[in-house]
């Protein structure tokens, strides 16, 4: 069979840029817990839908997305929550020259499972495609899926380096605001399917101030010391008058 190179873009293209959402989750998610296992669950996800997706073919068009995309928001919503707390008390503990990793604070379980849903949905989201250019081209649509892992992977590798240099608070604070962004999104796409993905640009910049704001509002103790030095200006000052 010859290869078909519009079907072969078009899964390329589908497939980078649904698995890149779910790499960019996992890169965050090691770069904050320091555990490789994160990228294994992942793919995991993706296996466990793509796989099926090619023996199963249009079949997997008739599995209930809409249910799919509110389990998975769910569960990265109340991660994304539990880590906007996290980052909160990174960043106090920080000022007291301390910190506490996400492993620390957030069950391993938890952090798996939000990289397992990442890497699931997305996975069939590009699936859906997938699945609909088969009969057009079996082989250039598995060689345009190929093509597109191996993009992500390498693209995976190369910044996986460069995300541990970031400073823990700020890596919690970018994850939140990212499991939060998809969570919302997948919310809102599952009632409007013709959502498009730049959604989650606006998304993630509106939710990754509002986590930094919150992380970074001065606690009461802060502000009870900031009156109270307030106060020792004022008196001493007013001892030498």
Same mark, same amino acid.
């Given at each position: ?19 890149? #959402? /779910?790499?960019?989750? $996992?890169?965050? @998610?090691? &770069? ?9 669950? =992942?793919? +995991? ?76 949905? #997305? /996975?069939?989201?590009? $699936?859906?495609? @997938?699945? &609909? ?9 598995? =060689?345009? +899926? ?86 020792? &200006? ?8």
């Amino acid at each position: 069979m010859a290869i078909d190179f519009a079907v072969l873009l078009a899964a390329l293209g589908i497939t980078t840029l649904e698995l890149v #959402e /779910a790499a960019a989750v $996992a890169v965050a @998610l090691y &770069g904050d817990s320091h555990k490789s296992a994160v990228f294994g669950y =992942v793919s +995991l996800g993706i296996i466990l839908v793509l796989f099926p997706a090619f023996l199963l073919g249009r079949a997997i068009a008739f599995l209930p997305i809409i249910a799919i995309r509110f389990i998975g928001g769910g569960l990265l919503l109340y991660f994304g929550i539990r880590l906007i707390r996290s980052a909160r008390r990174s960043v106090l503990r920080a000022k007291n020259a301390g910190s506490v990793s996400l492993s620390q604070e957030v069950p391993e379980k938890g952090i798996f499972y939000a990289g397992f849903s990442v890497g699931a949905i #997305e /996975a069939f989201e590009a $699936a859906i495609v @997938l699945v &609909g250019l088969l009969p057009d081209n079996y082989l250039s649509t598995t =060689v345009g +899926l190929i093509g597109g892992i191996v993009i992500v992977i390498v693209a995976t590798y190369l910044l996986r380096s460069q995300v541990r240099k970031v400073k823990q608070a700020n890596m919690k604070v970018f994850v939140s605001a990212l499991l939060l962004s998809f969570a919302v999104f997948w919310f809102v796409e599952a009632v409007i399917p013709t959502l498009t993905d730049l959604v989650l640009i606006p998304l993630f910049i509106a939710f990754a101030l509002i986590v930094h704001w919150i992380a970074n509002r001065p606690s009461k103790a802060q502000v009870f010391s900031g009156i109270s030095r307030g106060k020792e &200006g004022i008196s001493k000052a007013e001892g030498w008058e």
